[in-house]
């Protein structure tokens, strides 16, 4: 089978991904980027975006992704819906293989980011989609009027729920600490809600359905005295943090303990091979940052494209004057 080599895939097509794009495409690059079966990243379950910079009213999540798809596509890149199986950075070209195709690509750039980290409870499994949820504005609104609650400390578990106030009669945020992570201004608003209340050095140990096949309670466990109580509500929102989606690079690329890919700048352990976004950054994990790396990124391919292009040349030049 003849597989047409190009110059540049990339995997995901967040803020990273798709600035990534928009930079490969300009330098006429023509990208193709595999936007995976949760197209857009994390800013799709995002509701208001306020710290995107040049939106003073700030913009949706999944508004933003839209135009920033439409706008690499303007200048010419190539966007496929797909799941990628494995890739094989060991030989060049590299080879990425999706259910139905197989791309062969000269450089390539991963922003598959990172996805919600999950309690690990048998109950939770089972609840999902039943009163148990890691995306408050996916699911907020089936929770007018009840009581929910949210299981955090840092800024997501903040978002949630503060968002969560629109809709539920009240909100209580469990913490494993006495104190939270997330950034003063997410505090201050949040401790200012009325509707929110906060339960400290403890953890969910278990969700009850009461036999309705549907969240009814929480179960409550005091990490300091061991105490347990069960908490009457009818949602559960997980927002205890993310884990960085890169099983399809275990074993090929370095990463860190904690699962990352490990960069210089955006170059992984394997030339050829750059990564960006929340894949490689586990300390700012801000949509503007991601973006920020998906330039740097693309620009890194141009050159290194150009670079490979220019020692290509060389040695056919040193083999004709040899000849």
């Known amino acids: 089978m003849n597989i047409d080599t190009l110059p540049v895939v990339i995997i995901g097509s967040g803020p990273a991904g798709l600035t990534a794009a928009l930079y490969a495409a300009r330098a006429n690059l023509h990208p193709l ?22 939106y003073r009213d700030g913009i949706m999540g999944p508004d933003l992704m839209d135009e920033m798809r439409a706008q690499a596509q ?3 890149a190539r966007i496929i819906t ?37 309690l690990g409870l048998p109950s939770e499994r089972k609840l999902v989609g039943r009163g148990v949820s890691s995306c408050a504005t996916c699911d907020g609104a089936f929770f007018k009027g009840r009581p929910i609650v ?21 909100v209580t945020v469990v913490h494993r600490r006495e104190t939270l992570r997330a950034s003063k201004v997410m505090q201050d608003k949040a401790f200012a809600n009325p509707k929110i209340e906060f339960v400290w050095n403890s953890e969910v140990v278990d969700i009850l359905d ?21 908490l009457a509500v009818d949602g559960v929102f997980v927002a205890i943090g993310h884990v960085p989606n890169t099983d399809l690079f275990k074993g ?22 750059f990564a960006c976004g ?35 040349h060389t040695a056919k030049n040193a083999v004709a004057a040899h000849e």
Not at 300 to 311: F, K, M, T
């Open 150 to 170: 949210v299981v955090g400390g840092g800024d997501t578990a903040m978002e949630e729920a503060i968002f969560l106030t629109r809709f539920a009669s009240k």
């Open 74 to 76: 303007r200048f010419g």
């Open 82 to 118: 797909g799941h990628v199986t494995s890739v094989d950075v060991a030989h060049h070209p590299f080879r990425i293989k999706t259910e139905d195709h197989e791309y062969h690509a000269r450089a390539l750039i991963i922003a598959t980011g990172a996805s919600a980290r999950w």
């Open 278 to 312: 929340d894949v490689q950054d586990f300390t700012y994990r801000q949509a503007v940052t991601a973006a920020g790396s998906g330039c740097m990124a693309a620009i890194d391919v141009e050159r290194y494209l150009e670079h490979a292009a220019h020692l290509e």
């Open 33 to 54: 980027v595999i936007e995976g079966l949760e197209a857009g990243g994390q800013l799709m379950i995002t509701t208001m975006v306020d710290n995107w910079p040049g």
């Open 210 to 230: 009461g036999g309705k096949g549907e969240v009814t309670g929480a179960v409550l466990r005091n990490v300091q005295t061991d105490e347990r109580t069960e």
């Open 252 to 273: 090929k690329l370095e990463l860190n303990p904690n699962g990352y890919v490990v960069t210089d700048g955006t170059r992984t352990s394997v030339e050829g091979v």
